[in-house]
T-cell receptor, first 112, second 112 residues
Framework: GQSLEQPSEVTAVEGAIVQINCTYQ??????LSWYQQHDGGAPTFLSY????GLEETGRFSSFLSRSDSYGYLLLQELQMKDSASYFC?????????????FGTGTRLTVIP | DGGITQSPKYLFRKEGQNVTLSCEQN?????MYWYRQDPGQGLRLIYY???????QKGDIAEGYSVSREKKESFPLTVTSAQKNPTAFYLC???????????FGSGTRLTVV
């Protein structure tokens, strides 16, 4: 079967840096994505890593280590609006449909 | 502006009734997906379609049906065979040149 593990909850202070980890065990692997979802809202795409290393997009960075089956999302200069759930998702479908298998999400709470 | 429209936002149905959730996109995306989200859980794939008149089952297709008669539309029918239909349903689409999904705002279905 497929499994993704990420912490269920993380709390951090406004202005700080927080790292959300994701480890995966899947039958195949093409890439790791990250999505943000505010309560009751639609998930929004944040990043995608297919190769090892760090990808930076503004305050958000995402890292992947294929050999360790591990990735993380790094959020810098935290703002109150960053309070949301963050999901890692693995692409492993070989048909090219890029179906995603999602983790159960990490609820980030940013406190003043 | 382009996007994905899901309607209605909230839907109540009696047990044993079929119900159809609408999903329309004007992004000219080829691939479309339906996911189900339960409280505190990740997203689970119900069905997906890569081109018009073609679709495949996802991980939890039992009790659901879809059609893809037009590129813009991918409606989901929740049938009476679905044992636990109360959930948040999310439709998404993807351009084949990108990895990120664009999600609709979701339909919250409650079966009483």
């Amino acid at each position: 079967g497929q499994s993704l593990e990420q912490p269920s909850e993380v709390t951090a202070v406004e202005g700080a840096i927080v790292q959300i980890n994701c480890t995966y065990q899947t039958s195949g692997f093409y890439g790791l994505s990250w999505y943000q979802q505010h309560d009751g809202g639609a998930p929004t795409f944040l990043s995608y890593n297919a190769l090892d290393g760090l990808e930076e997009t503004g305050r958000f960075s995402s890292f992947l280590s294929r050999s360790d089956s591990y990735g993380y999302l790094l959020l810098q200069e935290l703002q109150m609006k960053d309070s949301a759930s963050y999901f890692c998702a693995v692409s492993f479908d070989q048909t090219g449909a890029n179906n995603l298998f999602f983790g159960t999400g990490t609820r980030l709470t940013v406190i003043p | 502006d382009g996007g994905i429209t899901q309607s209605p936002k909230y839907l109540f149905r009696k047990e044993g009734q079929n119900v159809t959730l609408s999903c329309e996109q004007n992004l000219n995306h080829d691939a479309m997906y339906w996911y189900r989200q339960d409280p505190g859980q990740g997203l689970r794939l119900i069905y997906y379609s890569q081109i018009v008149n073609d679709f495949q089952k996802g991980d939890i297709a039992e009790g659901y049906s879809v059609s893809r008669e037009k590129k813009e539309s991918f409606p989901l029918t929740v049938t009476s065979a679905q044992k636990n239909p109360t959930a948040f349903y999310l439709c998404a689409s993807r351009d084949k040149t990108n990895y990120g999904y664009t999600f609709g705002s979701g339909t919250r279905l409650t079966v009483v």
